[in-house]
């Protein structure tokens, strides 16, 4: 089982940047591949990143690809979320989500999911 904490969100004017954690609890966390997700008031749950067990394979949404970057460090059980160049319109709850199977970007295919930490992006 593992257990998911987000950290980092904020409130940012547009074009700065912010850097999200995930802790992580679990004594195969490194096994794991880890997600990042989003949701906007009034929208579905929307994929944004993940990123394998090893850190080398990583799948990024159209909407966020070039702008930000899913890391992890397995000795320190976390996963980052780096996000440039922020826009208006990323402005939701980001979740962070584990699952033992690399590739799946949908939110019902994740079992293990954090509480959220809310971004939002002024004009």
């Known amino acids: 089982q593992v257990h998911l904490v987000e950290s980092g969100g904020g409130l940012v004017q547009a074009g700065d940047s912010l850097r999200l954690s995930c802790a992580a609890s679990?004594?195969?966390?490194?096994?794991?591949?880890m997600a990042w997700f989003r949701q906007a008031p009034g929208k579905e749950r929307e994929f944004v990143a993940l990123i394998s067990w090893s850190g080398f394979s990583t799948i990024y949404a159209d909407s966020v690809k070039g702008r930000f970057t899913i890391s992890r460090d397995n000795v320190k059980n976390t996963v980052y979320l780096q996000m440039n160049s922020l826009k208006p319109e990323d402005t939701a709850v980001y979740y962070c989500?584990?699952?033992?199977?690399?590739?799946?970007?949908?939110?019902?295919?994740?079992?293990?999911w954090g509480q959220g930490t809310q971004v939002t992006v002024s004009s």
């Open positions: 989500a584990a699952d033992q199977v690399i590739g799946r970007t949908k939110p019902n295919e994740y079992d293990y």
């Open positions: 679990g004594r195969t966390f490194s096994r794991w591949a």
